[in-house]
């Protein structure tokens, strides 16, 4: 058995396949050209490759998708080294291929082809089916919970819309990146990839987008987008650093939630963000079900960022912590794929 990148042709004939696991909401037709645009996209035309497990017969039995994204490192002085992440999608086995150990095999030669590259931090995925598949290859779990909020007609004061025509470049350089030793951290391209999801539900079932890209409150921020599929607001990037900050950017979320007729703001929750969201009257945590992060390490720096209480190296300049109290990562929707 062995690795192979999909053709165009080939990627086609997944689609065909995948349709009934993720196209809900969609025609067999409309799911292929969601498809189709979603990898015209240009984050993912910035390095998405679709993966193959082939047979010596060259018969496919698993593939998946790899998008290339941004992580930092930090090095023995505390510096941030920028790296190569890979977030991993739509891990699929035909159903009469099941239960022989090939997505387990896929997943193996994956792990093997992305360390190889030069730049190789880390593979990020978000698992549907648990973690006991995953961890098969190397793969650990991180904590799951959402926060949900109902939506709320009243806008709250002293928070402003950040305008959909300014896109999300001035969005992102807003946002503080954490001090963790290993972190994930996305380019434009990255979150306007969830935006173009968006946008292909709305003009598909007709629904309107939600006005603004999200909320600004000082230096904290929100950043938001339509879930067709859970008819929600999903935050997907969340910067605030004191429960008056949250509170109002979550209320702006709720709001814009009411104006687009959405059921409710979903938060993933991310690790010190507990405390931020506990005192909010309508936030409630719930354990999700689904989309699992789980973090394969690609070198031995970032499994050794990633043990508990690893922490920076000795020697930092003071104020300089982990941030991160044992080997959690923060891991906003925004990352998803
Ligand atoms: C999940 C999937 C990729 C596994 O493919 P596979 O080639 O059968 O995988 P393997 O033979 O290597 O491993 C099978 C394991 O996956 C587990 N599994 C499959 N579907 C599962 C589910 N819905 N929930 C929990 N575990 C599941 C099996 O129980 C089995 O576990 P075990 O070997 O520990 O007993 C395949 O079932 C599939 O394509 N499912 C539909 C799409 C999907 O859900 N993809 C995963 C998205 S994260």
């Known amino acids: 058995m062995h690795l192979v990148p999909a053709t165009d042709a080939q990627k086609a004939e997944r689609d065909a396949l995948t349709y009934t696991e ?7 037709e409309a799911y292929a050209a969601r498809e189709h645009r979603l ?7 910035a390095d998405m490759r679709t993966w193959l ?20 490192l930090r090095d023995a002085d505390g510096a941030r080294q920028p790296g190569d992440s890979f977030a991993i999608a739509s891990v699929f086995t035909e ?5 022989r150990g090939h997505a387990t095999h896929l997943m193996d030669l994956l792990a093997a082809e992305l360390a190889r590259r030069p730049r190789a931090h880390a593979a990020l995925l ?65 979150l306007d990839w969830h935006l173009e999801r968006g946008r292909i539900y709305a003009e598909q079932l007709g629904r309107a987008q939600p006005p603004s890209l999200g909320a600004a409150r000082g230096t904290d921020t929100l950043v938001w987008s339509f879930v067709a599929k859970s008819n929600t607001l999903v935050v997907l ?3 605030a650093r004191s429960p008056e900050s949250a509170h109002a950017l979550l209320d702006a979320a709720r709001h814009e939630a009411h104006l687009a007729g959405l059921e409710r703001v979903v938060l993933w929750e991310e690790p010190g963000l507990e405390p931020l969201l506990a005192t909010h009257p309508h936030a409630r945590r719930v354990a ?34 982990s941030g991160l109290p044992s080997g959690l990562l923060h891991v906003p929707r925004g990352l998803w794929v």
Not at 53 to 72: H, I, K, N, P, Q
């Open 22 to 28: 993720w196209g809900s909401l969609l025609t067999p």
């Open 39 to 45: 990898r015209a996209h240009a984050w993912s035309r």
């Open 53 to 72: 497990l082939c047979a010596e017969d060259g018969a496919v039995l698993a593939s998946c998708e790899t998008f290339r994204t941004r992580s930092f």
């Open 95 to 99: 159903p009469h291929l099941r239960g």
């Open 126 to 190: 978000f698992s549907d089916v648990g973690p006991r598949l995953y961890a098969r290859s190397g793969y650990l779990p991180q904590p799951a919970w959402d926060w949900h909020l109902p939506p709320s007609p009243t806008p709250p004061p002293d928070v402003q819309a950040l305008p959909r025509a300014s896109g999300l470049g001035p969005v992102l350089a807003r946002l503080r990146p954490p001090e963790d030793a290993f972190s994930f951290w996305p380019t434009p391209e990255q």
């Open 237 to 239: 990037w969340f910067d």
């Open 288 to 321: 999700r079900p689904d989309a699992l992060p789980m973090v394969r390490p690609l070198r031995p720096e970032v499994a050794r960022a990633l043990e508990p209480a690893s922490g920076l190296p000795s020697g930092l300049p003071s104020g300089l912590s």
